[in-house]
């Protein structure tokens, strides 16, 4: 539990703002706990008055919500000031595991086979740049975490207004749904491969991963990663066999990583590559996932904890998305190779992800459609289960539900996965039509994701003056929100068709829509912030009216 300060020990204006805090209905502005949620019935249970100053939280605090998804199992991590320890990183290995299968889902491999098809080795080095690019918004999800111990669920609620949060709620189950169904269809279509039964059925079966994830989740987190980690190391291992029996032409392979280029008429390939890379709800997991792990948050000790905590999880990062990287290359490489040996013999083929056996087995033999077949099924088992555990975060951040882990893995599934279900159902004969409608809405959803976390990593109030962006990052984090914005909407009006005047005024409609929103949540000042006491709304009057706050309930002028 919490400690909290005598009242005796404040400076007297403090002890106004709290005694002008305890007595205000909105829950926004009385004091609050690490989860974001108010502190009274805690300050009860310690004997203090609500709204009293409580210490920073210590290594025998009460669970998080982030560490309580996995049934109060974590792993306690010890400060000390070594400089760099290898059995150390290993307690940080985990999270960044999880957010790389994102990378590997069906849809991800099947965009692999698309761009072997369309432009051969050519596109690895943009492949590469956009994992390096994921490297470091990854790590930024993960820093937010760390610093603030709140994921960027719970930061998006907190900091803008309700119709607004309920819009990027909104916009975020629809990322997740989307991703959904390309994991669901592949884990079918894998099932299909080594079974022969229907895809439709495959569909359904799929819907059981969600006990058996539940079941695995009783065994702690560590087990949870182990589990993840073997299913991603089950799709490395077939398709490194499948390339090295393949034998693609080396050289042409480091030219495509090094060399860059883009072949006449893969520009929406190209943009698509880095959508299918970047994925919005694994930045709201990734900034959760780091809860795991419990820091020595002690005033002495919390500095120097959290910022060996962000060194550590930026290594892990790194290495798991390098990893992913190596995957995709592997996946690009191996139908290269296929695609040019049936085209020497004139055989005609389908670049898809069910046509992926067929291409294979022709080249290969009976065998490797075996082995393609159990990667996708590894994969897109494991990748249902983090896409349950986003659901998971998403919903629990914005609506705080008072559930019990059970019930919120039953209540998320059914929110992101019952949807999937149906579509996957009945659209299976137009899945690539259907891929390309996902793509865009990934890329839509990434640009409302991305702002908030930008705009949180630069406010001193909300990660404090020793962990919040300097002048440069700002520049560059703009430099970077301009770009994924821009890209996105090339990729949105790319499969628009513009065959009539009014689908020209449709596009431009869409377009300035699409800005006009982007803009008001860039400018949109932030709600409240986390100075440590309370959360107070320091904007500026005039601000608060133009945006329709609430009047201010917390007097700020004394800090």
């Known amino acids: 539990?919490?400690?909290?300060?005598?009242?005796?020990?404040?400076?007297?204006?403090?002890?106004?703002?709290?005694?002008?805090?305890?007595?205000?209905?909105?829950?926004?502005?009385?004091?609050?706990?690490?989860?974001?949620?108010?502190?009274?019935?805690?300050?009860?249970?310690?004997?203090?008055?609500?709204?009293?100053?409580?210490?920073?939280?210590?290594?025998?605090?009460?669970?998080?919500?982030?560490?309580?998804?996995?049934?109060?199992?974590?792993?306690?991590?010890?400060?000390?000031?070594?400089?760099?320890?290898?059995?150390?990183?290993?307690?940080?290995?985990?999270?960044?595991?999880?957010?790389?299968?994102?990378?590997?889902?069906?849809?991800?491999?099947?965009?692999?086979?698309?761009?072997?098809?369309?432009?051969?080795?050519?596109?690895?080095?943009?492949?590469?740049?956009?994992?390096?690019?994921?490297?470091?918004v990854q790590s930024l999800a993960a820093r937010l975490g760390v610093v603030t111990g709140r994921h960027l669920a719970q930061h998006i609620k907190q900091q803008y207004p309700r119709?607004?949060?309920?819009?990027?709620?909104?916009?975020?189950?629809?990322?997740?749904?989307?991703?959904?169904?390309?994991?669901?269809?592949?884990?079918?279509?894998?099932?299909?491969?080594?079974?022969?039964?229907?895809?439709?059925?495959?569909?359904?079966?799929?819907?059981?991963?969600?006990?058996?994830?539940?079941?695995?989740?009783?065994?702690?987190?560590?087990?949870?990663e182990l589990v993840f980690g073997l299913m991603v190391t089950t799709l490395a291992v077939c398709f490194w066999l499948e390339m090295v029996l393949i034998k693609p032409d080396a050289r042409e392979v480091v030219k495509g990583m090094v060399i860059p280029r883009i072949p006449h008429g893969s520009a929406v390939q190209a943009v698509g590559i880095i959508g299918c890379v970047l994925m919005p709800h694994n930045l709201f997991l990734h900034s959760a996932l780091v809860g795991s792990r419990k820091l020595d948050?002690?005033?002495?000790?919390?500095?120097?904890?959290?910022?060996?905590?962000?060194?550590?999880?930026?290594?892990?990062?790194?290495?798991?998305?390098?990893?992913?990287?190596?995957?995709?290359?592997?996946?690009?490489?191996?139908?290269?190779?296929?695609?040019?040996?049936?085209?020497?013999?004139?055989?005609?083929?389908?670049?898809?992800?069910?046509e992926g056996a067929t291409v294979l087995s022709h080249v290969l033999g009976d065998g490797s459609k075996y082995v393609y077949a159990i990667g996708l099924l590894a994969i897109g088992q494991s990748t249902t289960m983090t896409g349950t555990l986003s659901g998971q975060y998403v919903t629990e951040g914005f609506w705080n539900m008072p559930v019990k882990p059970w019930q919120r893995v039953l209540i998320t599934r059914g929110i992101s996965l019952v949807p999937a279900l149906i579509v996957a159902v009945t659209a299976t004969a137009h899945i690539d039509l259907l891929s390309e409608i996902i793509n865009v809405i990934q890329?839509?959803?990434?640009?409302?994701?991305?702002?908030?976390?930008?705009?949180?990593?630069?406010?001193?109030?909300?990660?404090?003056?020793?962990?919040?962006?300097?002048?440069?990052a700002r520049i560059a984090s703009l430099g970077l929100t301009l770009a994924i914005i821009t890209l996105n909407a090339y990729m949105v009006a790319s499969v628009i068709p513009l065959n009539s005047a009014g689908m020209y005024v449709a596009l431009i409609a869409v377009v300035l829509v699409y800005i006009a929103i982007l803009a008001y949540t860039a400018a949109f000042p932030l709600r409240c912030v986390w100075n440590r006491r309370m959360l107070v709304d320091r904007a500026p009057s005039c601000i608060r009216w133009l945006f329709g706050r609430a009047k201010l309930a917390v007097d700020t002028a004394a800090s």
Request: hydrophobic share 45%.
């Open 297 to 354: 948050r002690r005033e002495e000790t919390r500095e120097g904890a959290i910022r060996e905590a962000m060194r550590y999880f930026k290594i892990e990062t790194s290495i798991s998305l390098i990893y992913a990287y190596l995957i995709n290359m592997a996946v690009v490489v191996v139908f290269c190779k296929a695609f040019e040996m049936l085209r020497a013999e004139g055989v005609s083929y389908a670049a898809s992800l069910a």
């Open 163 to 224: 119709a607004l949060s309920l819009v990027f709620w909104a916009l975020s189950e629809l990322a997740i749904i989307g991703a959904d169904i390309q994991e669901v269809i592949g884990t079918a279509t894998a099932l299909h491969i080594l079974t022969a039964i229907p895809i439709w059925a495959g569909v359904v079966i799929t819907a059981v991963d969600s006990f058996v994830f539940l079941y695995i989740q009783r065994f702690g987190v560590r087990v949870t």
């Open 1 to 136: 539990m919490w400690e909290s300060l005598s009242m005796s020990e404040q400076d007297p204006r403090e002890q106004r703002q709290r005694q002008h805090a305890s007595s205000m209905h909105a829950p926004e502005y009385v004091e609050m706990n690490a989860i974001g949620s108010p502190r009274e019935s805690d300050d009860r249970e310690n004997g203090a008055k609500p709204g009293a100053i409580s210490r920073e939280p210590t290594m025998e605090d009460d669970l998080t919500a982030v560490e309580e998804a996995f049934q109060s199992h974590y792993v306690k991590i010890e400060y000390d000031k070594r400089r760099f320890s290898l059995k150390k990183l290993w307690k940080f290995v985990g999270p960044g595991l999880l957010v790389s299968q994102a990378l590997l889902d069906p849809g991800n491999i099947e965009s692999d086979i698309s761009q072997a098809d369309t432009s051969g080795y050519q596109l690895l080095w943009l492949l590469l740049l956009a994992h390096i690019l994921c490297i470091f």
């Open 443 to 472: 890329a839509v959803v990434l640009s409302f994701t991305i702002i908030p976390l930008l705009k949180l990593q630069a406010h001193a109030e909300v990660m404090g003056p020793e962990f919040s962006f300097g002048r440069l």
